[in-house]
């Protein structure tokens, strides 16, 4: 299994949420952010003085997934956070040994899997 | 009139006042609380500098136009109001000066519902130019037809009655809020691809409700102090009506929600009591007390159902058109229908409640019905014509709206520099105001270049 | 009396009358702030709704029940208040709708002190049942009682002093916050497996703060309104005692919770404000300036103590039976106390301070005593009964209390569909308002089937 | 005086007490909105003390000394202010009441100014002791000078013309401001290993608009009521005065702060009507209408350069120093400059405008500029040496400072146990308000060994 | 070592902090997340007009442990985040390479071993 | 590829950011979150009565590296992170697979290595 943790636009995320749900993938969490890369920071004016913020919101996205599955989420993250402007992000693939499902105990990549019915959109 | 007569009455006049201009709190919080965290600031800016450039503007001119006697259609004295100066015929005293600033205030307030549709994308310069405009001509043309002896004040021999200004105020302030609204178009991601219209909550509610309590208190004076005297402490009866149309706005309002989506939401209970006040407005001196719930019920229930229909073609965020502007339009008409044959203003005739239900003339009341609808339209045509001139000028000229990206990011930060909530947008303090580093590139920042939106590469 | 002096008199009590409106934010303010975020909304439609409510109430039934002369229990003219009426034997006119609404202020705060007790849990229904029923009976029976000639007016030759509702409307409230919370029960997990009461913060000390300072402002015209009259400027007196204690209330609650727990509570230090300014309202025009530090001074020891001994077995959020309760009882007697021979009321005895250190007749003195407490037992008697049966109704038919998963997920969303502060809760505009899929099941999820908290799988 | 005369005067007086009073709640909110999310309930506990504190000070002695009649320095009647008391030779009533505390509402305002410069690190029992001292001492010596028939109410036949206080309360205040800010130095972090000054944002706009608008609503009882009475309705030329004024302020500081950062800055323009109604407060009563934007607009300019050069040496969060001092200071001087002959009081000269464009003697003129400037430099030198005294003592006593692990951590977990806004910094209560365990350590930890910032290992 | 990351229900932490410090593991990070799983988004109601929310608040733990300590931690979060009902989360476990205690600058898995003094409920 | 973990002070970020940036390594994120160790719990007070807080806010910090770069940001965070007293934190190093640069669609070390330009101090 592969987790994969992206930093994107917080505008990115409802398209890639929406599709990732479209192909079969309900399951994701966010977690806002806030980074520095090639993007330059915020500048910022307060009572007539300047003051420059390094870092910029972000959201990170984290999907864990069955490793056949990766290239298809990797995609569609690609597709959707793209604007070609700095600050686009990056995304980061990590190996993961164990998944469990709280709810039923069960563990391996199966809880992972999409259930047929959520491959409709909600 | 014995000296301290004058001196009681205007200083029941000078409580009003006071009373009037805290509604500016009370829009600048319903605005707020309406609008995303990122727009949090901007308001406060607005709502000051709207009423300092309205302030100077009505001192300057409007107040003349309004109140300085004259014509038909403008008054012709009282210009950059001064002492040693006759007004309308008569030299300026104490007393004219705070009738001449609570004027002010209602000017004030009509201007400040003007913005309720520009949230969140209109360009700060707008709001400049137009206040200016506003406070010198707009407002001052509406109120001089009506309250200063102009046009509307005797239509074959029936005047307007508009007791404290359903449509002076309230409707001027809502045509002004439509015309601006035609050139600037909805906020981003309001409506989606196929035009369905999407939610865009306000960051805060109890703010909402700040503004809310804030508007009920200060209708007190906007309706009560319009007595302009305490004679016969009739200032109590419209108080009464006042308090008893609110009340009945909140419940037709809650209901109608209720029965709509089966929850009680916080925005139209309050929406409810503005148009329920809005409504009582114009009725205010001229109605009994059972008339009053009857009127602010109506009103009530009017808003929530003009605000989703409203919704699904135009981006109104505090719902500014329907609270303002069709229950100012009820308001108006309501005189129509209920105006009492104690309370009416000499030569206008009473409500066709009368006519159907008592024995009053029919075609007399109808008539009057009629002068009331002939005072919204001549407001209509009045602030729409100038407005959206106004307005037109502005795009064509410094732009009306900002672009996406400021959009996107937030007035706050766009226009203002820095965000209403800063610390919940920005990493804290002790590690943003940074290291000799920081400075440095702060200093560099500092150049247009370097403007937030724009910027550029390391 | 020349007609100058009752319009000044009304022009008074306008004022005042609008000054006790405003408590109504205090009132929200204060409830917000010592609620969680996901409550914070909520407070918002009660308050609007239960002015509403009130007001509606009041108008029809209460008015005529309290002040509607009558006999030893309640009044009987004035319901449907409107012209051409006597009221008691006087003709309606402007200075008695004047009074109408001051009365119907004083209502609505004794009302809006019931709700401390039941934040956080409570249907909105219960809401709107009892606050008919407060505004149509409760209050006004108790108003009537002492202020309308009835029972309490005159024990044996003696009336009962409170000069603006220290039991009246402020022990009144605070029975019926009692009453709701015997049957309401604590929130969840204010009480741990072993009994221990929990801490549960409250969310925006500044908003605390705002109500705080608006309640102390609003008070002046709640004592000082009290005068009805301007005559010689007895109001002034009544305004410098509230402050006093209103000062003293601040010092004694900070002290006491410095001693217990070596830290300035914010929220005790507001609560010591209000106790004291509860404390100060029935003696405030009976009683000399050096008593007035006094009575605060206790009443703001008096809320410390209370509030941590009541936690221990009700859940109180507010301290609204400390701060308007015992405070509440605490100034009802002091008026036997410390009333002044030149202020009290005729018939009515010197405080027991006079008996026991000057020369006034201690019999008389302590027959005064008892008076102040017959009120304080007769209050709390009429109110618990009456309330703890409409409260048992509420909760046999609607139900008085919302579901676990309702109170667990928050008042905001359960009642109103949206939280007090939606940015800080949903994911941002941007990314929630969403593209067709989600306006589709937006537009699925419209049928109470799909109501928050009854999410099914999809 | 017929007796309904005096009641009109008194009421108004009560109407303007009350405004003055609502003032609390705009520096409340004002220094709240100016701090960090980490200091925003600390601010609320500061303005109830202080209020409470002060109101006793000047009930015991305070008032004494400012208006007790005595000699050209203090006052010698009136302390412990009770009935059967004679103030300066006149028996005590309800009038002397009424103005008892409308002065006491002055002196808290002024006392309010000081702690702008002090925020987020000043140990709250410098408060406690400052507020006794100020309100018993320091304002009343200068307010009996001015207003109280002291040293400056006669200067070689020329009174010092102070309206409503521009120097007599608010450069008062920032002298008391001014003396704590030199021995408090600057925030942590306030400047760079070379000195250079960082920005430390405040947390909230929409809390600083609406310290604001509070401020100013309350200005018009604050300047109108000065009048202390109703005579010839002159409160209402003071009313506009203020008006445009403030007006005027807005619109400098904004084009000041847009000029030189290119965006509108909220709390410059917050600080701009600050400035302008600071700056009419001293003339209010003595120029004509077309002076009055003159005064703000200069005031508005006058406060962003001002803010702009103290913060590089001194660090003032919310810009006290220049909005109440430096403005203050010009008020005062502006009386001198534009003072109307129709208006100054009697033996008082016109302003040098007059003598210069008009008519008036050049020299007299002068005259009463340099009295105007007598009254800035007394009211320094007076303030200035008891504040740096007594804040030196309370440093050297009890400290002036919080440590620096407190002032990290924040006033209001520091000073008061808990956060101003609990849940933003907490974990929700649902999981912090926790089990047997939790409430174990809980108990522990109440002992003060275990405060939070000494938090041992386990 | 190994690093547990939960995402969990809010009400769930409490209990489960408690049992890890009484089992002798007092150190533990939790970070506010967003989620979208099997359960369904919350649907909000505002001036009349309905709105959809696809994403839940949920609470993400994260424990960093020795081999040998992975089964206990893991079973207690389970024990404690199990409701039953859709929306209790998922555990998953990554493997970690290094651990340095910042205080002392040592590393390995002895930074991460309960120290007898933090046996005892704090 | 590593990805570096650090639960740190916040006070410490801003020096941290600082020297990374100047020694190439402009790229980073940090997230807000709580924690419990070593260090105790805040204990508050709120109306006269107690209530403890077991876990205090702490910086989350994460960076993702080559391999040869980790022992020269695992320094530079201990440098500016240790102040010596309880609560410093701890650094936690992760296996990386892939890096993806989401604007260009590269991946592999380089979309890690610091830009020639972005080596100055911004
Ligand atoms: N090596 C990294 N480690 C951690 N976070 C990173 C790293 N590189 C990029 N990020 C995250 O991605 C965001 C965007 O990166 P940036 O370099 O500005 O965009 P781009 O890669 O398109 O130039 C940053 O704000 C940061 O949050
Ligand atoms: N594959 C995943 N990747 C990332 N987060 C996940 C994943 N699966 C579940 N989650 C997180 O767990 C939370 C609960 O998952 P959900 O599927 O609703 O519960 P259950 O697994 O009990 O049906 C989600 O809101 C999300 O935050
Ligand atoms: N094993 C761990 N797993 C997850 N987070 C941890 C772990 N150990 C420490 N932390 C994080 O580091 C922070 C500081 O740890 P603490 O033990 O208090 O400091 P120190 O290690 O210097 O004694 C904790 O608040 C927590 O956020």
Known sequence: MKKIEAFIRHEAFEPIRAELLDRGFPSLSIIEAKGSGRQKGIIERYRGSTLTVNVRPKLKLEVVVEDKDKPLVVETILKHARTGEVGDGKVFVLPVEEAIRIRTGEDGEEVLQAHPEEGAPS | ?458
């Not at chain 2, 996107?408 to 919940?424: N, V």
Request: proline share 4%.
């Open chain 2, 1 to 458: 009139m014995p000296q301290i007569v004058s001196e009681l009455n205007m200083a029941w006049v000078a409580v009003a006042t006071v009373l009037v201009f805290l509604m500016q709190a009370g829009f600048m919080f319903l605005e707020i609380g309406f609008s995303r965290q990122k727009n949090a600031g901007t308001g406060v800016a607005k709502i000051l500098m709207n009423l300092a450039l309205c302030t100077i503007a009505w001192w300057a001119i409007g107040y003349g136009i309004a109140e300085g006697g004259g014509n038909d259609f403008f008054g012709d004295s009282g210009f950059f109001f001064h002492f040693n100066q006759t007004v309308a015929g008569e030299a300026v005293n104490g007393e004219t000066a705070m009738l001449m600033l609570y004027g002010l205030a209602f000017c004030a307030v009509s201007l400040a519902i003007v913005w309720g549709t520009t949230l969140e994308r209109i360009k700060f310069g707008a709001y400049v130019i137009y206040a200016i405009v506003f406070g010198a001509v707009i407002y001052p043309l509406v109120a001089h037809a009506v309250w200063g002896g102009g046009l509307l004040s005797d239509i074959g021999g029936k005047p307007v009655m508009d007791f404290a200004g359903s449509s002076v105020v309230h409707l001027t302030g809502a045509v002004g809020a439509f015309a601006a609204l035609l050139l600037l178009g909805p906020r981003k991601g309001k409506y989606d691809t196929r035009g369905k219209p999407r939610v865009i909550p306000g960051h805060s509610m109890p703010l909402v409700g700040l503004g809310v309590i804030i508007l009920w208190i200060g209708w007190f004076g906007f309706n009560g102090g319009s007595t302009f005297e305490t004679a016969g402490n009739f200032f109590g009866e419209v108080m009464l009506n006042t308090q008893l149309a609110a009340a009945a706005g909140v419940i037709g309002a809650s209901l109608a929600v209720y029965l709509k989506s089966r929850t009680l939401d916080v925005g139209m209970a309050g929406n409810g009591a503005i148009a329920g006040l809005v409504g009582i407005t114009a009725p205010s001196g001229f109605v009994e007390y059972w008339a009053a719930p009857i009127i602010g019920l109506v009103a009530g229930v009017l808003v929530v159902y003009a605000v989703l229909a409203i919704d699904r073609l135009l981006d109104d965020p505090v719902g500014a058109l329907s609270a303002h502007g069709l229950a100012g339009i009820w308001g108006t008409l309501s005189v129509g229908i209920f105006g009492s044959a104690r309370l009416v203003s000499e030569g206008a005739a009473p409500g066709l409640w009368y006519a159907v239900f008592g024995n009053e003339p029919f075609s007399a009341s109808l008539g009057q019905f009629a002068v009331q609808g002939l005072a919204v339209l001549f407001t209509f045509i009045v602030v729409f014509a100038i407005s959206i001139a106004t307005f037109a000028l502005i795009k064509g000229t410094i732009g009306l709206r900002v672009d996406d990206e400021e959009e996107e990011a937030g007035l706050d930060i766009s226009s203002h520099g820095m965000y209403g909530y800063p610390e919940q947008f920005i990493p804290q303090p002790e590690y943003s105001t940074g290291l000799p580093t920081t400075l440095g590139s702060g200093a560099r920042a500092a150049t247009p270049a370097a403007a937030p939106m724009t910027a550029t590469e390391q």
